[in-house]
């Protein structure tokens, strides 16, 4: 009977046994909340990136049109420019033809 444990070292041990499954039990619930919680962000950081390859989209697209806008511009400006530059040069033309008598 040398293994024979005493009534009072089994409560003892039952009651450590008992408080180190509450601190599990605890600890358990802490690491569900934080796996929790990791889901949830790791949810938001995906919805985020979506949002963000989008709006880089959009500004693609608007610096594409804005692209355009400004070549209309500058088509306009040389359009404007050429019929001035004819204009003057018939205009030059016609000075002299006149003034040789044609």
Known sequence: ??????????EEFARRMEDEHKRISHRLTDLEETVRQIGQLTA??????????????????????????????????RKVTGYVITAVIGIVVGYIFTQIGM
């Open 1 to 10: 009977m040398e293994n024979v444990i005493s009534r009072e070292e089994h």
């Open 44 to 77: 938001s950081v995906e919805k985020l990136a979506v949002s963000v390859e989008s709006m880089a989209k959009t500004q693609t697209r608007q610096g594409e049109r804005l692209e355009e806008l400004e070549s209309r511009d500058g088509e306009m400006w």
